[in-house]
């Protein structure tokens, strides 16, 4: 980012002191004289124009014919090599005729030619610089000290002195310095700028807290737990990083028309001198190829992708959807069908307890729930979770299991006091062949097997998301099909759906049978999303055509997804399906933009007006050329709104 600061600083210098120069060569040179109707001649007058204009060349020009030794060099003729070629047979042409040769110099087209070149340089540096300057952006987000406490008292430090474990005193309205956890206060934070999301969100003691988030109204303390590279917003400014340099597709495409361009530019220059060469003197020939040469720079085409990845990317990032695979997301605007995992993406993921039922003799209601949360704390499923956050609410006291063993997308088993006990789901009961009913009302219903006996059932309700409903209406108006997964049983996969208005649904799915749905769901021509949490979920983000972890929070390391979310709304979804097919429609128009403008400009240039009496001067074409580089570097812009 300085390195492109400094050379439009230094872009800014040269346009100044070329236009200085300038005004000398336009007093000196005589059809500048005829046109503005006064005369200024005298000994040596020519020669000291060619001074003037070779200071131009030299200084002014410099740039460009760096630029252009540097693409022969790589055999990569490109703009600078125009700009180099049309100057460089501008300046040494006149130079002969000044020293002799016959013919008229035109030094005042080569100096306004450099001038205008620089000045939309200079330009459109500087809007391609503000359309990429989203990682600084992100940069900035962090505060330049923490208040830490040190030895009873806070003390400020440079944040490049803060370490892991450090106690660090946020006070309403700062910035918080890194990524912590709250160890004393309760408080709002505005964490926009890094998920996306809008409303402040309520934090608390235990609490974790993003660095570069702005505390609200209320002071707290926090422990530092990451710094520097490991902390969220650095993995943030590395994915962009990554993700900016990363080429889409249609940047091939974009390239090898600009490379065919130059070439097209200087053969038509040429042919364009070599045409008017014997029906004009050569001076003008010359100026039609010059402004040929010019007119035909592809820099807007070259621009036309990088500057919309650049700002999609910093759009993206800036909303919560971080971009792993830029061409996936970019396919993302084809989508047919989104596969939502339920539970954690469509509902809350925080089941709360809503019955405790004995279905034997030995064992009350509180023995059940007892159990089960004992057996569940060791395990970290949110159904577990809700469990054992019910037993604590009603006081019950919780083992710790001597042994205990997951079994995914079934449940957990292990020994409690001596107690052989199997949390299980419906499916996986029947299959261990205790058969329970089926219970209605929408719930999810798991069983407690104790010592080989079926002991009870605990049912748990988890709620929708209130986005989940808008998520499914936007997505159906866009023409994409809805579909949920889940391994819950088939009577709450219904009432979930049916609320939900989704038509298709797959319920008991096990985690390893994800990938064979999403794989049905390809066979049928569909291009497929699917939107999960990264961890149960990965084989069936990597088979879908586009993968999202949805809820990351601050893991943003979730390497199955190509695409993850920091919250979890589900509207986050039609939402980067839309600016997916928003950045395709602006890469469309930039690249017709820049090859419709050479279509026209270039038999301009070349002279086909001219029996009407349109000609265009190189400078004309310079304005021309630069004008159109800005249009597509403001269009791609036009993307924030």
Known sequence: MKDREAMIEDFRKRFFVAVILTIP??????????????????????????????????YGGYPFLRGMAREVSQKSPGMMTLIGI??????????????????????WELATLIDVMLLGHWMEMRSVLSASRSVEKLAELLPAEAHVLRDGSVVDIPLSELKKGDMAVVKPGEKIPADAVISEGKTTVNES???????????KEGDEVIGGSINGDASITVEIKSTGKGTYLSKIINLVKETQKSKSRMQGLADRAAFWLTIIGISAGFITMAFWASRQDFAFALERAVTVMVITCPHALGLAIPLVVAVSTSIAATHGFLIRNRTQFENARTLDAVVFDKTGTLTRGKFEVSGVKSLGRKYKSGDILELAASLESVSEHSIGAGIVKNAEKKG?????????????????????????????????????????????????????????ELAGSISLEDRIRDESFDAVKRLSSMGIRCIMLTGDNEDVAAKVAENLGIEEYFAEVLPEKKVEIIKNIQKKGLKVAMVGDGINDAPALVQSDLGVAIGAGTDVAVESADIVLARNDPMDIPA??????????????????????????IPLAAGVLYSQGIVLSPAAGALLMSVSTIIVAFNARLLRL
């Open 25 to 58: 060569v336009l007093a000196l040179s005589p059809l500048i004289q005829s046109f503005a109707g006064f005369e200024l001649s005298f000994a040596g007058s020519d020669h000291v124009l060619l001074l003037f204009s070779t200071a131009i060349f030299l």
């Open 86 to 107: 049309a100057t460089g047979i501008s300046f040494f042409y006149s130079a002969a005729v000044v020293l002799g040769i016959p013919g008229k110099f035109f030094f």
């Open 576 to 601: 980067i399906i839309g600016l997916s097919r928003k950045t395709y429609g602006k890469m469309l128009q930039n690249l017709g933009w820049a090859t419709g403008y050479n279509a026209i400009a």
């Open 396 to 452: 019950i006291r919780i083992s710790s299991p001597k042994s205990s063993k997951t079994i995914p997308g079934k449940g957990i088993r292990g020994e409690i006091r001596k107690k052989k006990v199997v949390v299980a789901n419906s499916a996986y009961a029947k299959e261990l062949g205790y058969g329970p009913e089926k219970e209605g009302g929408g719930k999810t219903t798991v069983y407690v097997i104790v010592d080989d």
């Open 193 to 203: 700028m890094l998920t996306g999301e809008s409303r402040p969100v309520s934090k």
